[in-house]
T-cell receptor, first 111, second 115 residues
Framework: KQEVTQIPAALSVPEGENLVLNCSFT??????LQWFRQDPGKGLTSLLL?????REQTSGRLNASLDKSSGRSTLYIAASQPGDSATYLC??????????FGDGTTLTVKP | EAGVAQSPRYKIIEKRQSVAFWCNPI?????LYWYQQILGQGPKLLIQ????????DSQLPKDRFSAERLKGVDSTLKIQPAKLEDSAVYLC?????????????FGQGTRLTVV
């Protein structure tokens, strides 16, 4: 059974810092991995999708890496802003479309 | 492109009552998912549809939960009777691919409180 763990559960940083969120998974037989952002009371917004054959994906200040063999992914946020405050979730997907989510990291960026 | 629509946004019911949630996926998306998200946890898949057929309902508590997808488009999720532990946000998501997997798009969710 696939298990996804996100560390830390919560993180507070001052504005402008670069930071890394971690995601680990137990079964490396994944199709792809997706990072989401969730604001309080809202649904999930997709940030980055990495196929199993890829090593990283970039979008603006966000960079996600994937090391399938070690069961790890990281989300790097550069020059953090108060608007980045949210919960960040990672999900791993099988080729049958089955998804397993982590419990998320709640990020607070202080002005 | 319109997003995934869900209603209602909020619902408060007493235990043992029944409740239904509605989801309208993005037009043309073949795959539809219902997730349960308990406060402080990640979403847990309840059921996955491919067009109007069920692909995975292994984690759906079938003694009280049911779901259908009408004509491969809209979907409803029902709980009858509700328990206190059903209090959660119910998220609907859709994805365009038939087989395989691509990016999933999520609705705003329905927050259910059972008292």
């Amino acid at each position: 059974k696939q298990e996804v763990t996100q560390i830390p559960a919560a993180l507070s940083v001052p504005e402008g810092e670069n930071l890394v969120l971690n995601c680990s998974f137990t079964d490396s037989a994944i199709y792809n991995l997706q990072w989401f952002r969730q604001d309080p009371g809202k649904g999930l917004t997709s940030l980055l999708l990495i196929q199993s054959s890829q090593r990283e994906q970039t979008s603006g200040r966000l960079n996600a890496s994937l090391d399938k063999s070690s069961g790890r992914s990281t989300l790097y946020i550069a020059a953090s802003q108060p608007g980045d405050s949210a919960t960040y979730l990672c999900a791993v997907h099988t080729n049958a479309g089955k998804s397993t989510f982590g419990d998320g990291t709640t990020l607070t960026v202080k002005p | 492109e319109a997003g995934v629509a869900q209603s209602p946004r909020y619902k408060i019911i007493e235990k043992r009552q029944s409740v239904a949630f509605w989801c309208n996926p993005i037009s043309g998306h073949a795959t539809l998912y219902w997730y349960q998200q308990i406060l402080g946890q990640g979403p847990k898949l309840l059921i996955q549809f491919q067009n109007n057929g069920v692909v995975d309902d292994s984690q759906l508590p079938k003694d009280r939960f049911s779901a259908e997808r009408l004509k491969g488009v809209d979907s409803t999720l029902k709980i009858q009777p509700a328990k206190l532990e059903d209090s959660a946000v119910y998220l609907c998501a859709s994805s365009p691919m038939v087989g395989g997997r691509t990016e999933a798009f999520f609705g705003q969710g329905t927050r259910l409180t059972v008292v």
